[in-house]
T-cell receptor, first 113, second 120 residues
Framework: QSALTQPPSASGSPGQSVTISCTGT?????????VSWYQQHPGKAPKVMIY???KRPSGVPDRFSGSKSGNTASLTVSGLQAEDEADYYC?????????????FGGGTKLTVL | QVQLQESGPGLVKPSDTLSLTCTVS?????????WGWIRQPPGKGLEWIGS???????YYNPSLKSRVTISVDTSKNQFSLKLSSVTAADTAVYYC?????????????WGQGTLITVCS
Protein backbone atom coordinates (compact mmCIF):
# COMPACT_ATOMS: atom_id res chain seq x y z
CA GLN A 1 0.00 0.00 0.00
CA SER A 2 1.46 3.33 -1.12
CA ALA A 3 1.82 6.22 1.28
CA LEU A 4 0.04 8.65 -1.05
CA THR A 5 -3.36 7.82 -2.55
CA GLN A 6 -4.03 8.29 -6.26
CA PRO A 7 -6.95 7.09 -8.38
CA PRO A 8 -5.84 4.06 -10.40
CA SER A 9 -7.11 5.48 -13.66
CA ALA A 10 -8.19 8.67 -15.40
CA SER A 11 -9.20 9.43 -18.94
CA GLY A 12 -10.13 12.20 -21.31
CA SER A 13 -10.54 12.93 -24.99
CA PRO A 14 -8.00 14.88 -27.02
CA GLY A 15 -8.23 18.57 -26.24
CA GLN A 16 -9.99 18.04 -22.93
CA SER A 17 -8.58 18.60 -19.45
CA VAL A 18 -8.09 15.96 -16.81
CA THR A 19 -7.10 16.29 -13.16
CA ILE A 20 -5.38 13.62 -11.09
CA SER A 21 -5.48 13.83 -7.31
CA CYS A 22 -2.89 12.77 -4.75
CA THR A 23 -3.92 12.55 -1.11
CA GLY A 24 -1.48 12.33 1.75
CA THR A 25 -1.34 13.60 5.32
CA UNK A 26 -0.23 16.66 7.22
CA UNK A 27 3.16 14.93 7.61
CA UNK A 28 3.88 14.89 3.90
CA UNK A 29 1.71 16.61 1.26
CA UNK A 30 0.07 18.96 3.73
CA UNK A 31 3.22 19.78 5.61
CA UNK A 32 5.60 20.68 2.81
CA UNK A 33 5.41 22.41 -0.55
CA UNK A 34 7.56 19.67 -2.01
CA VAL A 35 5.09 17.71 -4.10
CA SER A 36 6.36 16.50 -7.45
CA TRP A 37 4.71 14.66 -10.33
CA TYR A 38 6.33 12.14 -12.66
CA GLN A 39 5.23 10.86 -16.04
CA GLN A 40 6.21 7.33 -17.01
CA HIS A 41 5.69 5.78 -20.41
CA PRO A 42 5.84 1.97 -20.68
CA GLY A 43 9.36 0.65 -20.31
CA LYS A 44 10.78 4.11 -19.65
CA ALA A 45 12.14 5.88 -16.60
CA PRO A 46 9.95 8.41 -14.80
CA LYS A 47 10.25 12.01 -15.97
CA VAL A 48 9.50 14.94 -13.68
CA MET A 49 6.66 17.13 -14.90
CA ILE A 50 5.99 19.28 -11.82
CA TYR A 51 8.05 20.03 -8.72
CA UNK A 52 7.46 22.13 -5.60
CA UNK A 53 3.70 21.73 -6.13
CA UNK A 54 3.37 23.90 -9.22
CA LYS A 55 6.73 24.55 -10.87
CA ARG A 56 7.52 23.17 -14.32
CA PRO A 57 11.03 22.11 -15.31
CA SER A 58 12.38 23.55 -18.53
CA GLY A 59 10.91 21.77 -21.53
CA VAL A 60 7.68 20.60 -19.89
CA PRO A 61 4.64 22.00 -21.76
CA ASP A 62 2.54 24.55 -19.90
CA ARG A 63 -0.42 22.23 -20.46
CA PHE A 64 0.78 20.56 -17.27
CA SER A 65 -0.01 22.36 -14.03
CA GLY A 66 0.00 21.48 -10.35
CA SER A 67 -1.72 22.71 -7.24
CA LYS A 68 -2.31 21.78 -3.62
CA SER A 69 -5.05 22.23 -1.06
CA GLY A 70 -4.51 20.89 2.42
CA ASN A 71 -3.36 17.28 2.24
CA THR A 72 -4.32 16.82 -1.41
CA ALA A 73 -2.23 17.76 -4.43
CA SER A 74 -3.49 17.77 -8.00
CA LEU A 75 -2.01 17.51 -11.47
CA THR A 76 -4.03 18.97 -14.32
CA VAL A 77 -3.30 18.19 -17.94
CA SER A 78 -5.02 20.62 -20.28
CA GLY A 79 -5.48 20.20 -24.01
CA LEU A 80 -4.90 16.45 -23.81
CA GLN A 81 -2.71 14.97 -26.51
CA ALA A 82 -2.12 11.37 -27.46
CA GLU A 83 1.43 11.47 -26.11
CA ASP A 84 0.11 12.35 -22.64
CA GLU A 85 -1.12 8.77 -22.26
CA ALA A 86 1.12 7.37 -19.53
CA ASP A 87 1.30 6.53 -15.86
CA TYR A 88 1.59 9.46 -13.48
CA TYR A 89 3.05 9.29 -9.98
CA CYS A 90 2.99 11.90 -7.28
CA UNK A 91 5.68 12.18 -4.66
CA UNK A 92 6.25 14.23 -1.55
CA UNK A 93 9.19 14.92 0.67
CA UNK A 94 8.14 14.22 4.24
CA UNK A 95 11.01 15.67 6.21
CA UNK A 96 14.22 14.22 7.57
CA UNK A 97 12.62 13.46 10.93
CA UNK A 98 9.75 11.54 9.40
CA UNK A 99 9.68 7.74 9.33
CA UNK A 100 9.92 7.80 5.54
CA UNK A 101 11.45 10.96 4.01
CA UNK A 102 10.27 10.26 0.46
CA UNK A 103 6.81 8.94 -0.30
CA PHE A 104 5.18 8.08 -3.61
CA GLY A 105 1.65 7.51 -4.79
CA GLY A 106 0.52 4.25 -6.34
CA GLY A 107 0.23 5.79 -9.78
CA THR A 108 -2.60 6.78 -12.10
CA LYS A 109 -2.91 5.42 -15.61
CA LEU A 110 -4.04 8.25 -17.88
CA THR A 111 -5.83 7.12 -21.02
CA VAL A 112 -6.44 9.48 -23.93
CA LEU A 113 -9.64 8.27 -25.53
CA GLN B 1 23.63 16.92 -19.92
CA VAL B 2 23.58 14.79 -16.79
CA GLN B 3 23.22 11.08 -17.49
CA LEU B 4 22.96 8.11 -15.15
CA GLN B 5 23.42 4.45 -16.05
CA GLU B 6 22.73 1.45 -13.84
CA SER B 7 24.75 -1.74 -14.15
CA GLY B 8 24.64 -5.10 -12.46
CA PRO B 9 23.53 -8.71 -12.83
CA GLY B 10 19.96 -9.19 -13.98
CA LEU B 11 19.44 -12.34 -11.93
CA VAL B 12 20.07 -12.82 -8.23
CA LYS B 13 19.44 -15.94 -6.16
CA PRO B 14 17.24 -15.84 -3.06
CA SER B 15 19.18 -15.02 0.13
CA ASP B 16 22.06 -13.54 -1.91
CA THR B 17 23.12 -9.89 -2.03
CA LEU B 18 22.00 -7.68 -4.90
CA SER B 19 24.71 -5.28 -6.07
CA LEU B 20 24.17 -2.40 -8.48
CA THR B 21 26.32 0.49 -9.61
CA CYS B 22 25.22 3.81 -11.06
CA THR B 23 27.69 5.65 -13.27
CA VAL B 24 27.13 9.38 -13.60
CA SER B 25 28.31 11.43 -16.59
CA UNK B 26 27.96 15.11 -17.33
CA UNK B 27 28.23 16.06 -13.66
CA UNK B 28 30.78 15.41 -10.95
CA UNK B 29 29.24 13.69 -7.92
CA UNK B 30 31.77 15.43 -5.69
CA UNK B 31 30.26 18.80 -6.72
CA UNK B 32 27.22 18.14 -4.57
CA UNK B 33 23.67 16.83 -4.32
CA UNK B 34 22.31 13.56 -3.04
CA TRP B 35 22.18 10.47 -5.25
CA GLY B 36 19.45 7.90 -4.76
CA TRP B 37 18.02 4.52 -5.59
CA ILE B 38 14.36 3.91 -6.35
CA ARG B 39 12.73 0.64 -7.35
CA GLN B 40 9.54 -0.41 -9.08
CA PRO B 41 8.19 -3.98 -8.85
CA PRO B 42 6.61 -5.20 -12.10
CA GLY B 43 3.26 -3.49 -12.62
CA LYS B 44 3.50 -1.57 -9.36
CA GLY B 45 4.45 1.84 -8.05
CA LEU B 46 7.72 3.49 -7.08
CA GLU B 47 9.53 2.92 -3.81
CA TRP B 48 12.44 5.02 -2.58
CA ILE B 49 15.27 2.83 -1.25
CA GLY B 50 17.81 5.35 -0.03
CA SER B 51 20.16 8.18 -0.96
CA UNK B 52 23.74 9.23 -0.37
CA UNK B 53 25.33 12.68 -0.25
CA UNK B 54 28.56 13.28 -2.13
CA UNK B 55 30.35 13.35 1.22
CA UNK B 56 29.11 9.84 2.02
CA UNK B 57 26.30 10.52 4.46
CA UNK B 58 23.28 8.34 3.82
CA TYR B 59 19.61 8.10 4.57
CA TYR B 60 17.54 5.00 3.97
CA ASN B 61 13.96 3.77 3.76
CA PRO B 62 13.39 2.46 7.29
CA SER B 63 11.61 -0.63 5.98
CA LEU B 64 14.75 -1.65 4.06
CA LYS B 65 17.43 -0.09 6.25
CA SER B 66 18.59 -3.34 7.85
CA ARG B 67 19.42 -4.80 4.43
CA VAL B 68 20.62 -1.75 2.46
CA THR B 69 24.04 -0.18 2.02
CA ILE B 70 24.67 2.71 -0.36
CA SER B 71 28.20 3.89 -1.02
CA VAL B 72 29.87 6.44 -3.27
CA ASP B 73 33.14 6.41 -5.22
CA THR B 74 33.81 9.96 -6.32
CA SER B 75 37.02 8.94 -8.15
CA LYS B 76 34.93 6.84 -10.53
CA ASN B 77 31.91 9.17 -10.37
CA GLN B 78 29.79 6.23 -9.27
CA PHE B 79 27.53 5.27 -6.41
CA SER B 80 26.40 1.77 -5.52
CA LEU B 81 23.60 -0.17 -3.89
CA LYS B 82 23.83 -3.41 -1.96
CA LEU B 83 20.66 -5.16 -0.80
CA SER B 84 21.21 -8.29 1.26
CA SER B 85 19.09 -11.37 1.87
CA VAL B 86 16.95 -10.82 -1.19
CA THR B 87 13.65 -12.59 -1.78
CA ALA B 88 11.22 -12.68 -4.67
CA ALA B 89 9.65 -9.51 -3.26
CA ASP B 90 12.82 -7.64 -4.24
CA THR B 91 12.24 -8.36 -7.93
CA ALA B 92 11.90 -4.95 -9.53
CA VAL B 93 13.28 -2.41 -11.94
CA TYR B 94 15.93 -0.48 -10.02
CA TYR B 95 16.55 3.15 -10.93
CA CYS B 96 19.30 5.48 -9.83
CA UNK B 97 18.48 9.19 -9.76
CA UNK B 98 19.78 12.54 -8.59
CA UNK B 99 18.03 13.48 -5.35
CA UNK B 100 17.52 17.22 -4.93
CA UNK B 101 16.87 17.05 -1.19
CA UNK B 102 18.00 20.31 0.33
CA UNK B 103 17.32 22.37 -2.78
CA UNK B 104 14.20 21.69 -4.83
CA UNK B 105 13.20 18.33 -3.33
CA UNK B 106 12.57 16.06 -6.29
CA UNK B 107 14.44 13.59 -8.47
CA UNK B 108 15.52 15.37 -11.62
CA UNK B 109 17.75 12.99 -13.58
CA TRP B 110 17.07 9.25 -13.74
CA GLY B 111 18.86 6.25 -15.18
CA GLN B 112 17.03 4.05 -17.66
CA GLY B 113 16.51 1.38 -15.00
CA THR B 114 17.63 -2.21 -14.76
CA LEU B 115 15.40 -5.21 -14.10
CA ILE B 116 16.58 -7.39 -11.26
CA THR B 117 14.91 -10.78 -10.96
CA VAL B 118 15.29 -12.82 -7.78
CA CYS B 119 15.02 -16.45 -8.74
CA SER B 120 16.77 -19.67 -7.96
Amino acid sequence: QSALTQPPSASGSPGQSVTISCTGTSSDVGGYNYVSWYQQHPGKAPKVMIYEVSKRPSGVPDRFSGSKSGNTASLTVSGLQAEDEADYYCSSYAGSNNFLPWVFGGGTKLTVL
Amino acid sequence: QVQLQESGPGLVKPSDTLSLTCTVSGYSISSGYYWGWIRQPPGKGLEWIGSIYHSGSTYYNPSLKSRVTISVDTSKNQFSLKLSSVTAADTAVYYCARDLRGTSYYFDYWGQGTLITVCS
